[in-house]
């Protein structure tokens, strides 16, 4: 379906909320958005796409981390070779230390860098059809649709229990 | 929080925002002595940089003493920030939810003021980059198999994933203030900090997963950090330092010191911003009987450390252990047994763990004792070692003292600052274990 028009509609309650999304998606209207004060794991349910990728940035950071931290104190320490206490040049037990801390700390770099770019939190300000009452006590449901059924959305947001409706092009 | 009140969504914005209103004149007269304080360790900062180390009190064989004393007890209390924020979240514990903001910052800034020491008790300490792996010019790289440096990477890496939860924490909160928030200056800065967030669908869902892979990263890494500040002492030979029980010792004396400054800090911003609604008794009891359990574990060590010498056969080890207990610094073991393990006991009173006023109390005496526990095991160590002919006394001067004066003013400077700019309880999940308002329940 063409969206090129977005439609927001306002609502108090959650259970309009997800009233709202479940009968949109019966309409045929799958370009939807929820906004909420809270996480709620119904609105996800009803909208979820997929899985967050932000887990593969997890692993891959986690994984980077334990590679760097063994490579890093195996190079260093055959870089300049100086036996101590007849103990082994590569003494893989303390190296295991940097690699558990290396591990942690580039996973969680890499997790906030997943979240950054997948949650796009990247921009400054917040777009124009959010409304600032979601950060307090509102949910908001907003339906990409085209200029046509720009009214049928409307009429659906209304009949819904929707407060306020706000319109733009996008 | 109580939930049998009328709190709404709007009210819990309200409430908590209310709290950075423009500071009031007491609040900025206790922010300018606080200054006065930092001032003065900064000073003797500045003497012992111009003088020396010399105007230390250290001397022959004791040459960790307080400022090492002051970087573990501040990493200790930057343990329960950690473990109220991430462990009880893995745990699904919804009492941490209306104390756990304000624990995360007190890790962040414990953690802040820890870091200071390792550099103040360098000699010279404009050499402090050595410690940091890096390129030079001789190819001369740090040594691996050394536990400071374990430390370094271990203290660093928690306060780089502390601050980066403190904040990622933060996120939906930064933006209700930034949403309310009408003078433009702030309205500039919030925004900033809120990184554009708008609370859709698509971002709860990248959020809530980063969550609990930081929550699942930081578990591992609180037990880790205080493991490896014990191996700073357990991996030398030193009578009193060489045993394998420091690191569940330390990890768990960590989060005792750390739970007790909580309730230090709680108790005077729930009186003063009255979030009695918020906070409540159940809140401190939950804390009160983690610090029964955290003190039950510091005295099976205390138990256990003298058995442990006593069954080694080893004279230096039962040396030190009757050192402790009789010595010149006995005094100071003793105030530690007390606070640590004698004073907690009245904790099982459900009376007393319910009154504010003797938690507050209770805690204060917790935070001498693990001062002391520190004290203790880096001085009164050090000072009886092997041979009788080395075994000497550690007294602390000024400058050691105004220094540490000093550190706690650089942590209270922070939180000052942290409970008139940022959210001090967390907006969003104060909100989620609220019932969600629907029309069914209205119509009711």
Redesign the interface.
Known sequence: MKSDQGVMGIF?????TIHTIKKLKKEGYGNL????????HQ??EE??EHE?P??FF?LTG?TLGAICGLG??VF??L??PIM?SS?PIV?LP??M??V???T??L???S??I???I??????????AM?D??????KFGVLVGCSKEDVRKVEEILKSS?AEDIKFEGI | MNQETTITYSKVNRDIIKMLDKPSSKWLALFLFDLAVLGIGLFCFIYQVYTGLGVTGYSHPVFWAVYISNFVFWVGIAHSGTLISAILFLFRARFRISIYRISEAMTVFAVATAGLFPLIHLGRVWNFYWLFPYPNQRELWINFKSPLIWDVFAVSTYATVSTVFFFVGMIPDLAAIRDRVLEKPRKILYTILSLGWKGSNWEWLHYTRAYLYFAAFATPLVISVHSVVSWDFAMANTPGWHTTIFPPYFVAGAIFSGLALVITLVVPIRIIFRLEEYITIAHFEAMAKMIILTSLIVAYAYIVEPIMSWYSGSPHEWGQVVFRATGPYAPFYWLMVFCNVVVPLLLWFKKIRTNIKALFIISLFINIGMWFERFNIIVISLSHEFEPGAWGFYKVSLVELGITAGSFAWFFMFFLIFIKTLPALSISELKEILPAPTKEAKSE
Do not use: Q
């Open positions: 108090s309650y959650v259970d309009s958005r929820a906004f909420s004060p809270v996480p709620n609105i996800e909208l979820k967050s932000v887990r997890t986690g890093f104190t260093t320490s870089a300049w101590t103990k003494s303390p190296f230390l940097i558990y801390e290396l942690i700390l996973g969680v770099l997790t906030l997943g979240l950054f997948n949650a796009r939190l990247r921009r400054n300000a917040p777009a959010y600032p009452r979601f950060s307090e006590d229990g």
